[in-house]
């Protein structure tokens, strides 16, 4: 039977119900109401229809249906055939204590965990359980026969109920394991699960060691895998991304004092906090190897659930922040469980915008009445370096802005050297913080530059880049991928900027890039001097991916910061055949260890062939 479509009242309401979601999600993302009128007025250009389709992508109507849910979840099922066979198993690496608090647990969902314990390749564990002082009587049964059947289940109960933390805490005073592993009540393990992070505890020295994970839900079905990039700070800042399966050095933790009893429903995100802020070595396998359980009152079920929790996490990043950060504050965000950490501004903190530019005055003098129309909170001056101009409106402007407006232009009427005419502009430029600007691009937010400089001023951040946008509101750069496309590209380009975890991270979330795009780049001055400024042997594109790539190598931080945001107007496809045989050489030896090992910042189970992220055929 042919699908009916919906009626004209049932489309009717859908649109004002994104309308109006539009318009608050607009307020939350700082847009301001002439901007998105302005938007809205560019887009009724091509008809009520386009414009409708507009609104409800971006407010992520109709993102995900039933169709697509179902063929994600094949998709899925077909892929863990291939990933099942691939894992090997590590036979030594000391023992593992793997620490359970119970309380109440479900029968069903209890005997499951214990047997994913038990079905481990890896033999030398120990089961570790605290019953904080369940009422049923079931549960208590249940785990003295287990405890008196198999010498390695160790149980202690509680008399009286404790709270998550204190429960985890009595179960880590049973361990003698040189690693623990947290194992949630209801939660299964993958047989490979301890073999695995043992085997790349050893191999990578690291102290924490954490994998990917999915949903198995009441009946078994597994479904939605979480597929995480290395370990990534500012992420980790943002979400508690690491989620499960988490293995620690046990000496690492009990030196930590194990678990804080006032951060109860964050008491994981708050030990691994300072885990790394006591600067522990933390490595990540690229495996799904932890199965949490979906039901009615869990956290993967409902976000909502457990109000305290979100709560409870923004203190832990606080108290992480303020010893790591001082003077930096943890902020809601506009989704539970995340998190917006402001860092700190210096007082007289300054940017140079650095625009390069020939002719196109159109979109130059729409980049600059942008950023004056609309940058609040950091001075900064414009230096626009105006490569062999020749149109006569374009020559008068710029003298104009000179002239009146304190504009700072730069010629150079050289052949075309991207990298060059930035490093030009660099060498004179008086901020603490340069931006390198496309003439192509428009300022949306009032908080945009604020927010890139007050993460460029970092000590540990190369460079940074924010969430750029299409003018039809999609998303144009939210992070490079080296590899990507077989060079490098951006990732969820093309899509709908909204919160959401599908295989990968969310792509409005702040995190740790291995690169950012020179169409919008802000790195501190004297950390672009120390880096040594932009290559010039390449002379359109590259070298803004492979400055990021030695800020990488140097230590630092490449951060997107999604909260900064921008239009760009770039198409969404570029004629590779403009870019020069040097530039492709260039990037071909930048690029090649990423292109090879691949970019730790993503993760070797998706596709490098789709910008949105998408299992990797095996």
């Known amino acids: 039977m042919k699908e009916k479509k919906p009626g004209l009242y049932a489309r009717i309401r859908a649109l004002v119900i994104a309308l109006a979601e539009s318009q608050a999600k607009a307020r939350r993302e700082g847009l301001g109401v002439r901007t998105v009128l302005a938007l809205l007025v560019r887009e009724a250009k091509f008809g009520p229809r386009h414009l409708a389709r507009k609104i409800i992508a971006y407010t992520g109507h109709g993102r995900v249906g039933r169709a697509e849910l179902e063929t994600a979840r094949s998709e899925y099922r077909v892929w863990l055939d291939h990933q ?37 390749t890896y033999a030398d564990w120990e089961l570790c359980i605290h019953d904080d002082a369940s009422r049923d009587a079931e549960v208590v049964r249940y785990l003295r026969l287990e405890a008196s059947a198999d010498r390695r289940i160790k149980i202690s109960l509680g008399s009286s109920r404790g709270g998550i933390a204190n429960a985890t805490n009595a179960a880590l005073a ?6 623990v592993a947290f194992l949630d009540h209801d939660d299964l393990l993958h047989p490979a699960a301890l073999s695995e992070l043992v085997e790349r505890a050893i191999a990578m020295d690291a102290q924490i060691v954490y994998s990917d994970h999915d949903i198995v839900s009441e009946s078994g079905e597994r479904s939605a895998p979480f597929f995480k990039p290395d370990w990534n700070p500012d992420l980790f800042m943002a979400q508690m991304y690491l989620g499960h399966l988490v293995i620690a050095e046990r000496a690492l933790v009990a030196q930590l004092g194990g678990l804080r009893p006032e951060f109860d429903g964050a008491q994981d995100y708050d030990l691994l906090l300072r885990c790394a802020g006591a600067g522990a070595r933390i490595a990540h396998v690229p495996k799904v190897l932890y199965h949490w359980r979906q039901h009615a009152g869990s956290t993967s079920s409902n976000a909502d659930s457990k109000p305290y929790a979100h709560h409870a996490g923004r203190a832990a990043i606080q108290s992480f922040v303020s010893t790591r950060y001082p003077g930096a504050r943890v902020d809601d ?6 998190y917006d950490v402001r860092f700190p501004l210096p007082a007289k903190a300054t940017a140079s915008l650095i625009i390069p530019t020939r002719d196109g005055l159109e979109l130059l003098k729409a980049c600059v009445d942008s950023v004056r129309a609309t940058t609040q909170g950091v001075d900064y001056e414009i230096i626009v370096v105006d490569n062999g101009s020749t149109q006569p409106a374009t020559l008068a402007w710029l003298n104009e802005q000179q002239r009146d407006h304190g504009m700072i232009v730069i010629s150079s009427d050289t052949p075309f050297n991207w990298s060059a005419l930035n490093n030009l502009a660099a060498a004179k430029a008086t901020g ?53 496309g077989g060079w490098a590209d951006h990732v969820f380009k093309g899509l709908a900027p909204v919160h959401h975890q599908h295989l990968f991270v ?19 001055r004297d ?32 951060v997107y910061v999604a909260e900064a945001r921008l239009i760009h107007h770039e198409s969404k496809t570029r004629d590779a055949r403009a870019v020069p045989e040097g530039d492709f050489v260039r990037s071909a030896e930048a690029y090649h260890p990423y292109r090879t090992a691949g970019d730790p910042m993503f993760n070797p189970n998706l596709d490098l062939y789709s910008a949105t992220p998408k299992l990797r055929a095996q």
């Open 333 to 338: 965000s506009a989704f539970t469980f995340c």
């Open 506 to 524: 969310s792509p409005i979330l702040r995190r740790d890039v291995l690169a950012v795009t020179g169409a919008c780049m802000a790195v501190a």
């Open 432 to 484: 603490d913080v340069l931006v390198f600007l496309n003439n192509d691009t428009e300022a949306v937010t009032s908080d945009w530059l604020v927010r890139l400089v007050e993460n460029a001023l970092r000590e540990d951040v190369g460079t940074c880049g924010p969430l750029l946008l299409y003018g039809d509101l999609t998303i144009q750069h939210a992070g490079v991928v080296v590899g990507m």
């Open 527 to 558: 950390r672009f001097a120390q880096l040594g400024g932009f290559d010039e042997t390449f002379q359109v594109c590259g070298s803004d991916v492979e400055l990021c790539l030695r800020a990488h190598r140097a230590g630092l931080l490449n």
């Open 174 to 179: 049973l361990a003698s394991g040189r690693w």
């Open 84 to 120: 099942e066979a691939s894992l090997e198993a590590c036979t030594e690496g000391g023992l593992v204590s793997i620490i359970m608090p119970t309380c109440d647990t479900p029968a069903s969902f209890l005997r499951e965990a214990v047997e994913s314990v038990r079905r481990q």
